[in-house]
């Protein structure tokens, strides 16, 4: 091995330490390796007890999301060359927010059944008939929700998020993003059934604009500025519903 | 044969840490600090930016303050003169004001988050919403600058 | 049933309105009116006008509630009380919605 970085990862294994532990490992250092590779080597060479997720390993699956060095990242985009000038050592935790399963494995059926109380999915009050053909789309009208869309639930945002951590009703980032994805969608009409979800405290109104989901978000959704234009909505929702009671709502 | 290897594993790990159980999950779950602002360059100036309001309540009070000491009459507005020109009180407006532009700084950068403008089909950039909310707020000061010293 | 939509948007606008307000008038205020203020018949005359009073209303009333809002959030995150949640609520808005009431008063009788 010529040259070698540290890896200081925070283990815990239920079954022998009640509390996480740290545990360094030297890997082999490679100017193209990135933090999982890192890991990869660990399991493969050094200790295959080390559990953490991974699947794609080119930034669209989303499992990966680790704080390294404090900071939440995607490790399969995050070079390890790059890190405390390429010395090392380099801080591996499981992300904040997320109860610890084992070593950098957190729970995330909080995050999952938050997303489904949204239902991200095209809801249509009536469906058309398949003879009809699929529903077209123009090029601005998709414009309207992509940036939305290119979520990838790696939770990154919620780790950065001080506001899920100290409210765990909060319904957080990512999840509101894919709320808008579909309420901008104009083949959408499910934002009424979104908004008895979104339009509580513990949806949008918790939020107090840390912005810092934003600013770690890999795939540029900016789900801070997403929460900010629904405030926007819900507000003219609401004034509407006050001062026209006899509308529709 | 499998059965009793997972019965040993069992014994051996409840040797390890006498609290575990088998097969069933025990998560750690870490407290969140109580200065969490502090831990984060990000938060920190989060918690100064909310912050500011306490800046602007105190300037929405002394206004009405003044107004009062206005409808005082002369004398009473001469003694809050005194008041405003004195080293402490001019030093602590100093802080009130550097927090108040705090607060027009990054009311005005995140301004454009929130307002998504479009005409027609053309969305108005981020960076005609942003220079827009400067040009206001140049606008605004010379108007009160006008007003109380023309 | 619906769920019963909370009442937030109504104190997110005034929070809003009133960070607005603040941010474009107040350190122009503060500067003309604190660092270098104008002598006592100037401001009176100036003042005392229906449009200036009106004005002057809406951006302490709104920067009141900038304020309560605002502080409000910080209460319940900064320093972590969100379990006194009305209780918050009430000092916060109730105290907004008082000296809103004394600024009306003191705009309505000035001189
Ligand atoms: S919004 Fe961004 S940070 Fe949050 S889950 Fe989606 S891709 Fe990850």
């Known amino acids: ?249 | 044969m499998v059965q009793v290897g997972v019965a040993a594993v069992g014994q051996t790990v409840n040797r390890i840490n006498p609290k575990y159980q088998l097969y069933h999950p025990k998560w750690y779950r870490k407290d969140y600090p109580i200065f969490w602002w502090l831990e984060k360059f990000a938060y920190g100036k989060f918690i100064v930016r909310e912050m500011t309001s306490l800046a602007v309540g105190y300037t929405a009070v002394l206004l009405m303050f003044q107004l009062w000491v206005l409808s005082r009459g002369q004398e009473t507005y001469q003694r809050f003169l005194g008041f405003l020109e004195s080293t402490p009180v001019m030093i602590f407006h100093g802080v009130v004001l550097a927090f108040l532009l705090f607060h027009s700084v990054t009311w005005f950068n995140l301004a454009p988050k929130a307002l998504v403008l479009r005409l027609g089909r053309w969305r108005v950039p981020n960076a005609l919403v942003l220079s827009g909310h400067y040009a206001a707020w140049l606008a605004a000061t010379a108007l009160v600058i006008w007003l109380v010293a023309r | ?111």
Request: with cysteine; hydrophobic share 40%; charged share 20%.
């Open chain 3, 1 to 111: 049933m619906r769920p019963k939509r909370s009442r937030e948007p109504f104190f997110w606008a005034m929070f809003s309105g009133g960070g607005m307000l603040a941010a474009l008038f107040l350190p122009a205020l503060v500067l003309v009116l604190w660092f270098a203020p104008p002598s006592y018949p100037e401001l009176v005359g100036k003042v005392d006008h229906s449009l200036v009073k009106l004005a002057l209303f809406g951006l302490i009333m709104l920067s009141l509630f900038h304020w309560g809002h605002r502080f409000r959030y910080t209460l319940y995150d900064g320093l972590q009380l969100s379990h006194l949640y009305g209780l918050i609520a009430t000092i916060c808005y109730g105290g907004a919605t008082a000296l809103t009431f004394l600024a009306g008063y003191l705009l309505w009788t000035f001189p």
């Open chain 1, 1 to 249: 091995m010529a040259e070698s970085i540290t890896l200081q990862i925070q283990r815990y294994r239920p079954e022998e330490e009640e509390e996480p532990v740290w545990q360094s490992f030297e890997v082999p250092r490679h100017d193209e390796w990135m933090v999982l590779d890192g890991l990869n080597y660990i399991k493969d060479n050094l200790d295959g007890s080390l559990s953490y997720r991974w699947a794609c390993r080119m930034g669209v699956c989303g499992s990966c999301g680790m704080l390294v060095n404090g900071e939440p990242v995607l490790t399969c985009a995050t070079y390890l060359s790059e890190l405390g000038g390429g010395r090392g050592p380099v801080r591996i935790e499981p992300l904040t927010g997320f109860p610890v399963i084992r070593d950098l494995v957190g729970d995330i059926g909080d995050f999952i059944t938050k997303l489904q109380r949204i239902k991200p999915w095209i809801i249509r009050q009536e469906d058309k008939p398949l003879s009809q053909g699929e529903y077209l789309q123009t090029p601005e009208e998709l414009a309207l929700y992509q940036q939305y869309s290119m979520c990838i639930n790696c939770m990154l945002c919620y780790s950065a998020c001080p506001i899920y951590a100290l409210e765990p009703d909060f319904i957080g980032p990512a999840v509101i993003a894919l709320a808008q994805r579909y309420n901008l969608d104009p083949r959408d009409e499910g934002s009424e059934e979104r908004g008895d979800v979104l339009s509580q405290h513990a949806g949008i109104w918790a939020c107090t604009f840390v912005g810092e989901c934003s600013a770690v978000c890999p795939k540029h959704v900016d789900p801070a500025g997403a929460i900010q234009r629904y405030k926007v909505t819900a507000t003219a929702e609401w004034f509407k519903s006050v001062l026209l009671p006899w509308g529709k709502r």
